[in-house]
């Protein structure tokens, strides 16, 4: 039994223990419905566990169901909107979905500001939170944000090894930042959610996608590419932002002590290990792929600089983006990596 498959099973256990427990006799029931399949293993090793630990800090009091694969109805990008208007207590959902809503959070994916470290961009964030983010998330209490590895280019049938040879193809992309990646390397994007992406590699509608290897499993990647590229030291062209959020009204009526039990679930040592859960899940996603007879292409320190090179005006394009906002994007720029380098696994 694979990894994933070891992953898939433990969850559909746990998954399956909190309908049998049952959410009536609870005092405090909520839905918590995302994007994902069950089998997913951002759903088996990070959003159970989350929900775990809510419910065990609560004491029994609080119980946690939750709609995997948009189960409750709706596409990935009404996710937030779900969270606003109640459809769903709490969601699970990447704010490039909905270009627009999010645009100060959007500085942690850029590339070159984002390189590698999934934990300090998490940490970073937290810090930056009241200050910089909590205005853009009106109708929710965000109790936590988190990013993903990072984008790795996965193919169908192109070796890539410079920008050059991204020249003309079509590339899924999550986000807008994403897009603004794909058309810096000179090709054409098209934006997704991920559950959309097997279907959209089958038809051509895209040659390659941005995404890292976490999903390699639930999207059966290995059967649809051939090629799956990162730089030297896995460093990525950016990521993408993700929240776990409940609505406001519901959070405001709820006791401050079942309050804290979500609070504690979520504080800095939660992130650290989100960060450490996505390192492992994109292992053992490499680990899959390659063993299926793909190509795992690591660029070397030079060709990796090239790409670094070529996508540093994405940067100067949000800041200028946003500016016309009336957001300060260079301040936010510079605060972002001055976090993320406070909480570098370096430092």
């Known amino acids: 039994m694979t990894s994933f498959n070891r992953l898939a099973s433990g969850a559909a256990i746990a998954l399956a223990s909190f309908a049998a427990g049952g959410a009536a006799a609870q005092e405090h029931s909520f839905t918590f419905h995302h994007f994902l399949s069950e089998l997913a293993p951002s759903h088996t090793t990070m959003l159970v566990p989350w929900a775990e630990r809510v419910m065990e800090n609560a004491d029994g009091r609080v119980a946690i169901e939750i709609y995997p694969s948009m189960s409750l109805g709706g596409r990935p990008p009404e996710l937030i909107a779900q969270a606003r208007d109640g459809i769903a207590d709490i969601v699970w959902t990447v704010n490039g979905y909905t270009p627009g809503l999010f645009p100060r959070s959007e500085v942690f994916e850029l590339p070159t500001i984002f390189v590698n470290d999934p934990t300090a961009v998490n940490l970073a964030m937290r ?148 960060g450490q859960i996505w390192r492992d899940n994109d292992d053992a996603g490499i680990e899959l792929i390659t063993a299926a007879g793909n190509t795992h292409v690591v660029l070397s320190e030079e ?45």
Not at 218 to 223: A, F, M, T, Y
Not at 243 to 267: G, H, T, Y
Not at 303 to 319: C, I, M
């Open 127 to 274: 810090d930056m939170f009241d200050e910089h983010l909590a205005e853009e998330n009106p109708g929710v209490k965000v109790l936590f944000m988190h990013v993903h590895t990072g984008n790795a280019l996965h193919t169908i049938d192109r070796e890539v090894r410079s920008p050059a040879d991204t020249q003309g193809m079509t590339i899924r992309t999550p986000s807008r930042t994403g897009a603004w990646v794909i058309e810096a390397l000179g090709a054409d994007p098209v934006a997704m959610p991920v559950p959309e992406l097997p279907q959209a590699m089958a038809r051509g509608v895209v040659e390659a996608a941005l995404i890292p290897w976490e999903v390699a499993a639930p999207l059966r990647l290995q059967e649809q590419t051939r090629y799956q590229i990162e730089g030297h030291d896995k460093t990525r062209l950016g990521t993408t932002v993700f929240q776990v959020s409940m609505n406001r009204d519901r959070w405001d009526a709820l006791p401050e002590d079942i309050q804290q039990a979500f609070l504690d679930a979520s504080d800095e040592d939660w992130l650290r290990e989100v």
């Open 303 to 347: 060709e990796t600089q090239a790409f670094l090179d070529t996508l540093a005006p994405v940067v100067d394009r949000w800041v200028e983006d946003v500016s016309a906002q009336g957001i300060d994007g260079a301040a936010l720029v510079e605060a972002a990596r001055a976090a993320i380098d406070a909480h570098s696994s370096g430092q």
